[in-house]
């Protein structure tokens, strides 16, 4: 989600702003960003109607100089959000550099790592920051410090978007509506969860200490009276015949049923029972 500033307003480093363009130069065009002064806009970055009087949003960030400048260009996050984000590569000295669609990569320093340094290729998820000695634009790993007590908001049956952090001994941390800490225990899952993934849960509990408990299906018995008969109403549309069963992937399970694949298992389970579906060779289920 963008912040943008209004013009007038002053400019924020890491957000979306609002800028009025102030003079166009051989290297493009100067934008005012209030006490932080004149920033450029490089030519090849700008509209082409774009003209001095004119107003633009941009994104501010630094150069790889620590030049302050804009870009038109869209990162997929910016500061104080939280993301999944690609480790290009290892600096040895300063950290890792991250992929966040600008054309200069996100620096995620050692320092803001915690035990476990993270490696080229994985996809990590950090909360953006401007750091406070060098002022420039930097990921963490620490996302605890970042997170805020969940207030009376939420109640078991809650639904949220949450995006998986990273694996612990009792389940999955995830960041919940971009701004709460939550746990999705691994007891209440049927496969294994990846960090990086956005999914749709629900509330289970909320703890003392201002934690969510989370969970995929709504809480609750009549969670697979629901899954059952989305089954059986695809079936109906389908022909009868579908090609899921008990060995199908929880991503397309999901993305069909809107529900986990522990409780799609035991759905299947009990209109088998019924003799109301069956299990055909080759694989799927049909209509009794």
């Known amino acids: 989600m963008r912040n943008p500033c209004t013009v007038g307003e002053m400019a924020s480093i890491g957000k979306f702003n609002t800028l009025a363009v102030t003079r166009e130069t051989a290297s493009g ?3 005012d ?7 450029l806009l490089p030519g090849s970055l700008a509209p082409r109607d774009l003209e001095p009087g004119g107003t633009l949003e941009v994104f501010l960030y630094s150069d790889s100089e620590d030049r302050l400048v804009a870009t038109t260009e869209k990162p997929r996050a910016t500061v104080d959000q939280f993301a999944a984000l690609k480790v290009l590569a290892i600096h040895p000295q300063v950290g ?6 600008l054309g200069k990569d996100l620096l995620l320093p050692f320092r803001e790592q915690g035990e476990r340094h993270v490696r080229a290729g994985e996809r990590v998820v950090v909360f953006i920051k401007l ?3 060098s002022h420039r634009i930097v990921a963490t790993t620490k996302l605890n410090r970042y997170l805020s007590k969940v207030t009376d908001r939420y109640a078991p049956g809650h639904r949220v978007r949450f995006l998986v952090a990273r694996r612990t001994p009792l389940g999955y941390h995830a960041v919940v509506d971009g701004r709460y800490s939550g746990l999705v225990y691994h007891s209440d899952l049927g496969t294994a969860l990846v960090p990086g993934q956005e999914i749709d849960g629900y509330v289970r509990a909320v703890r003392p200490g201002g934690g969510i408990d989370l969970c995929l299906d709504p809480p609750g018995p009549g969670r697979f009276k629901d899954v059952e008969e989305k089954v059986m109403v695809a079936l109906k549309k389908h022909g009868g015949r579908l090609p899921f069963d008990d060995t199908s ?3 397309s399970i999901r993305e ?14 009990t209109l088998y ?11 799927g289920i049909e209509r009794v």
């Open 29 to 31: 065009y100067y934008l």
């Open 33 to 39: 960003a209030g006490d932080l002064g004149e920033v």
């Open 96 to 101: 890792a550099f991250l992929d966040w669609g």
């Open 131 to 133: 750091d406070e000695r």
């Open 249 to 251: 992937s929880p991503e």
């Open 256 to 269: 069909t049923f809107h529900t986990s694949k522990k409780t799609f298992k035991k759905a299947l389970s």
């Open 273 to 283: 029972k019924q003799r109301r579906i069956r299990f055909p060779d080759g694989g």
